[in-house]
Nanobody
Framework: VQLQASGGGLVQAGGSLRLSCAAS?????MGWFRQAPGKEREFVAA????????YYADSLKGRFAISRDNAKNTVYLQMNSLKPEDTAVYYC????????????WGQGTLVTVSS
């Protein structure tokens, strides 16, 4: 499965961005992660393809929303009320049902939030 993330860019604090991740195939679930400069990668959100169940990092609930378009094999991350601390490279990833880890990773898209 190949993943292509897009939609990153420069935005002012308080603004919004929507990231997209197009998948070449269907897996069990998709997730978004991010890695800020000098920090470890952290979980952002995840969604199951079939049921649409969503999961979020507690600190991001209410500002970020994950969704999917099954017909397009694409997952989205809507990010609102962005803060400078949201600046990071955002990665999408896919997990197979039998796996405890994310098996496939996209190339990452940079989000920069200016103050």
């Amino acid at each position: 499965v190949q993943l292509q993330a897009s939609g990153g860019g420069l935005v002012q604090a308080g603004g919004s961005l929507r990231l997209s991740c197009a998948a070449s195939g269907r897996t069990f679930s998709m997730g978004w992660f991010r890695q800020a400069p000098g920090k470890e990668r952290e979980f952002v959100a995840a969604i199951r393809w079939t049921e649409g169940n969503t999961y979020y990092a507690d600190s991001l609930k209410g500002r970020f929303a994950i969704s999917r378009d099954n017909a397009k094999n694409t997952v989205y991350l809507q990010m609102n009320s962005l803060k400078p601390e949201d600046t990071a490279v955002y990665y999408c990833a896919a997990r197979n049902k039998w796996s405890n880890v994310y098996d496939y990773w996209g190339q990452g898209t940079l989000v920069t939030v200016s103050s």
